[in-house]
């Protein structure tokens, strides 16, 4: 499958909609090419998760954060993707849902380096290999948690489905009604940031994070 993956190297990603259907695009496309490459069929026999939801983190982290595309990715770039920017923001329903996303991970770096032969390829398959057995403690770490990811797992901790919109407007409708009754120093810490969450209801945000659900959303295709 021709793809060309310098595409976003020269993109300036500002949040337009041109720039989010660009970076879309892009990822919707690579994941794809590595679905039906040799590894990613390897992938999916091995588990049973879909394929594409970390690896549309990392392609997004990456422009967004550390402004890298893929091919300028260093090795230091993904270890402040994987160890600080997943932990930080990305919310999960349960602690193992994590289980995939290393080897998924790696096995589209090898992908990419028997594919692309990008310069650091390597170094960063070798970091993904070194850190897959803490990862899963990583990202539940909730040290690390960010203010938004830290509101939503205290949420889903009291009970609140936070998968939903209904359930975010119950959990947004008590953190209130505790602001009213406790005050504002009680439940600041609880505050949700308004920068990059899954379920943020920042509208601009939102819409980014329903963009990168979307990769996530693809039904396996095993050929």
Do not use: C
Request: charged share 30%; net charge negative; proline share 4%.
């Amino acid at each position: 499958m021709s793809f060309d993956i310098h595409e976003l190297d020269e993109i300036e990603y500002d949040g337009s909609s041109e720039a989010e259907d660009a970076l879309q695009e892009y990822q919707d496309s690579l994941i794809e090419a590595f679905i039906q490459s040799p590894e990613g069929k390897k992938h999916e026999k091995e588990y049973s998760e879909e394929t594409g939801f970390w690896i549309a983190q990392f392609i997004y982290y990456g422009i967004d954060y550390t402004g890298s595309s893929i091919p300028q990715m260093e090795k230091s770039d993904a270890i402040e993707i994987v160890t600080g920017l997943f932990p930080r923001k990305i919310s999960l329903s349960s602690p193992d849902d994590a289980d995939d996303a290393i080897p998924e991970l790696i096995a589209f770096w090898k992908y990419l380096n028997r594919e692309f032969k990008l310069p650091n390829a390597e170094k960063i398959i070798s970091f993904l290999q070194k850190v897959e057995p803490d990862f899963i403690n990583i990202i539940n770490d909730s040290s690390r948690f960010g203010m938004a990811k830290s509101f939503l797992q205290r949420g889903q901790s009291a009970g609140f489905d936070i998968t939903n919109p209904e359930g975010l407007a119950k959990l947004t409708n008590s953190y209130h009604e505790s602001l009213t009754i406790n005050g504002p120093e009680e439940t600041a810490s609880s505050l949700a940031d308004p920068s990059v969450n899954k379920n943020n209801k920042n509208k601009k945000e939102k819409k980014k994070s329903q963009k990168m659900k979307k990769a996530s959303q693809r039904k396996n295709r095993k050929k």
